[in-house]
Structures are given as structure tokens and as C-alpha cells.
């Protein structure tokens, strides 16, 4: 869906203003898609038109930190609790009390976290390559693979270091991370300047870090299997570099309704590798 054909506007929730992209009649079932990092609503620019045109009102924000949202000072308030408040008022905002929610890596992550909060206001969940948080947080601490497979976490929660590190060779590294794609004609010289752009963004960097920085603040507690009450999709691509695709299995299990499906070529990027999979697997579950 071009750009032109997409709806842009600003809402004051949970005391951090959130800017969203959304498509689809404003009557239709709600979807929400949430990103992950280091991206922001254009992550989900192949997905606007098969939703809108299937019907749902498909609403895509800048999560807190990112891009053209606000960027509140301090680690603490990027806690997984916070953004899932974020979401959640922005569908009170939108006049809905129900919902369907879609996340990927850190965005999926939100998702969990939603699910275990108030699951009764979500339709479903779809969780894309991002296991629960207290999974993830028990394989880091536990499984000593994993934890190698983690160690950028590390890194990218050291304080000033990391915003100076990432902004050397006009974020060469962040654009380096996309290059892992199974499709890197995904991310053209084009796209990267778009992201680009949005990374260079007064205080977006440190934003975009905090959630790092938040992440063992949390410590969520494991939700007991089959706790998990919404319609649950997980879709993982097993290329993944960062998380071992078993810890999708484990997720899955916290579900009291869930699919799971492994894409064996995809990596961390799936939405992007197999956008037609994904479409099709999201607009199955929806």
C-alpha cells in the first residue's frame, strides 16, 4: 500500500504521545501490528492492503522511543508493562474494547506481555519470532548457548557507549543487521535510508536502547503451561541467529489455544523473508 494511501495521526496515551499509520475501514475489526527493533511502523508497509482489504481497520504505531512517538527519559519507563499500557489505551483511544494484536521481536514481546494481562480484550494474539520474556530471560540466564547467542543484549545496554557505537559509519550496524535477511532485497539502499532517518531522530536512539536496558527490570514470573487464555498464532523462522527455535515451542506451550508454525528458511527478519507466508498464516488466524 503506498504511503499516500495510509492515515497518519498522534494520540496522547498513557502519557506518552504515540504517532500510528493505519488502513482499512474505521468500522472493521481492530488490528494492531506492533514492531520491533530497530524498526517502526514501515515494518509492516506489505501488510496494511491484505488487512484493509479483507476488511479490518489495521492501526501500525511508532512503539515509545521509536521514530515520530515520544521518547520519555529514563530505562525504567520502557518496561515491557509500560508499552503494553501503551496498546492498550491506544485501542480505548480508538473506541474499541476488543482487539487483535500482532508483534514482532520486540513487539511480539508486548504481545506476551498483553496476554498475560488482560487477555479478555484480545480477539487474538500473533507472536512473531520473539519467545515469551520469561522464556527468553530463563534460556539466557540457564543455557549457556543461548546465552552466546545474546551477548548484543549486553552490549547494547551499555550506557552512551551503545548510542555511540550505532551511530558510527551512518549506522552501520543497524543496517548490517538486516543484511541477515534471507531476502536483502528487502532492504534496498532506499529502505535503509528510510530507517536511517528515523533512527537520527532527537533522543531515538536512546529510546530504542532503553527497552534493552528495561528488559531485566521486569523479570516477568513463567505463566503456568496452558495459562495463556487468547487465540495464540507463533510464527518462527528457524535461521534466527538470536533465539534458539525451540524457545518458540516453549512459548506456545504457556497457551491454552495456540498454533505454531516453523519456517525452516526464514530468519529473525520472517517478516520480510516470507511476507506472503506471513500474510496469509496472519490472515488465516485473524
Same mark, same amino acid.
Given at each position: @500500500?503506498? *504511503?499516500?494511501?495510509?492515515?497518519?495521526?498522534?494520540?496522547?496515551?498513557?502519557?506518552? @504521545?504515540? /504517532?500510528?499509520?493505519?488502513?482499512?475501514?474505521?468500522?472493521?475489526?481492530?488490528?494492531?501490528?506492533?514492531?520491533?527493533?530497530?524498526?517502526?511502523?514501515?515494518?509492516? $508497509? %506489505?501488510?496494511?492492503?491484505? #488487512?484493509?482489504? &479483507?476488511?479490518?481497520?489495521?492501526?501500525?504505531?511508532?512503539?515509545?522511543?521509536?521514530?515520530?512517538?515520544?521518547?520519555?527519559?529514563?530505562?525504567? $519507563?520502557?518496561?515491557?508493562?509500560?508499552?503494553?499500557?501503551?496498546?492498550?489505551?491506544?485501542?480505548?483511544?480508538?473506541?474499541?474494547?476488543?482487539? /487483535?494484536?500482532?508483534? /514482532?521481536?520486540?513487539?511480539?514481546?508486548?504481545?506476551?506481555?498483553?496476554?498475560?494481562?488482560?487477555?479478555?480484550?484480545?480477539?487474538? +494474539?500473533?507472536?512473531?519470532?520473539?519467545?515469551?520474556?520469561?522464556?527468553?530471560?530463563?534460556?539466557?540466564?540457564?543455557?549457556? *548457548?543461548?546465552?552466546? &547467542?545474546?551477548?548484543?543484549?549486553?552490549?547494547?545496554?551499555?550506557?552512551?557507549?551503545?548510542?555511540?557505537? #550505532?551511530?558510527?559509519?551512518?549506522?552501520?550496524?543497524?543496517?548490517?543487521?538486516? $543484511?541477515?535477511?534471507?531476502?536483502?532485497?528487502?532492504?534496498?539502499?532506499?529502505?535503509? %535510508?528510510?530507517?536511517?532517518?528515523?533512527?537520527?531522530?532527537?533522543?531515538?536512539?536512546?529510546?530504542?536502547?532503553?527497552?534493552?536496558? +528495561?528488559?531485566? *527490570? %521486569?523479570?516477568?514470573?513463567?505463566?503456568?503451561?496452558?495459562?495463556?487464555?487468547?487465540?495464540?498464532?507463533?510464527?518462527?523462522?528457524?535461521? %534466527?541467529?538470536?533465539?534458539?527455535?525451540?524457545? +518458540?515451542?516453549?512459548?506456545?506451550?504457556?497457551?491454552?489455544?495456540?498454533?505454531? $508454525?516453523?519456517?525452516?528458511?526464514?530468519?529473525?527478519?520472517?517478516? /520480510?523473508?516470507?511476507?506472503?507466508?506471513? &500474510?496469509?498464516?496472519?490472515?488465516?488466524?485473524?
Amino acid at each position: @500500500m503506498a *504511503e499516500s494511501s495510509l492515515e497518519f495521526s498522534y494520540a496522547d496515551v498513557n502519557d506518552v @504521545m504515540i /504517532h500510528c499509520a493505519a488502513a482499512g475501514p474505521r468500522d472493521g475489526p481492530l488490528v494492531v501490528l506492533l514492531h520491533g527493533f530497530p524498526e517502526f511502523w514501515f515494518a509492516w $508497509r %506489505d501488510y496494511f492492503r491484505p #488487512l484493509a482489504e &479483507r476488511g479490518f481497520r489495521v492501526v501500525a504505531p511508532d512503539q515509545r522511543g521509536y521514530n515520530l512517538s515520544g521518547k520519555p527519559e529514563g530505562a525504567a $519507563r520502557y518496561r515491557l508493562a509500560a508499552a503494553a499500557a501503551d496498546v492498550f489505551a491506544l485501542a480505548d483511544a480508538l473506541g474499541r474494547q476488543r482487539f /487483535h494484536v500482532v508483534g /514482532h521481536d520486540w513487539g511480539a514481546a508486548v504481545a506476551w506481555t498483553m496476554a498475560g494481562i488482560d487477555p479478555k480484550r484480545l480477539t487474538s +494474539a500473533t507472536m512473531i519470532q520473539a519467545p515469551h520474556p520469561a522464556v527468553w530471560l530463563k534460556a539466557m540466564r540457564e543455557d549457556p *548457548e543461548q546465552r552466546a &547467542r545474546n551477548r548484543y543484549v549486553r552490549i547494547l545496554r551499555m550506557p552512551w557507549l551503545s548510542e555511540m557505537g #550505532l551511530k558510527l559509519g551512518n549506522y552501520a550496524g543497524l543496517a548490517h543487521a538486516f $543484511r541477515e535477511s534471507a531476502r536483502p532485497e528487502a532492504f534496498p539502499p532506499e529502505v535503509l %535510508d528510510l530507517y536511517r532517518e528515523a533512527w537520527r531522530r532527537p533522543g531515538a536512539l536512546t529510546g530504542m536502547l532503553n527497552w534493552y536496558r +528495561a528488559l531485566f *527490570e %521486569d523479570d516477568p514470573a513463567l505463566p503456568p503451561p496452558r495459562s495463556l487464555k487468547p487465540p495464540t498464532l507463533v510464527l518462527w523462522g528457524d535461521r %534466527d541467529v538470536y533465539c534458539d527455535p525451540q524457545l +518458540a515451542d516453549r512459548s506456545a506451550a504457556l497457551c491454552a489455544n495456540a498454533r505454531i $508454525r516453523h519456517l525452516p528458511q526464514a530468519t529473525h527478519w520472517i517478516i /520480510h523473508d516470507a511476507p506472503e507466508i506471513v &500474510r496469509d498464516a496472519l490472515l488465516d488466524h485473524l
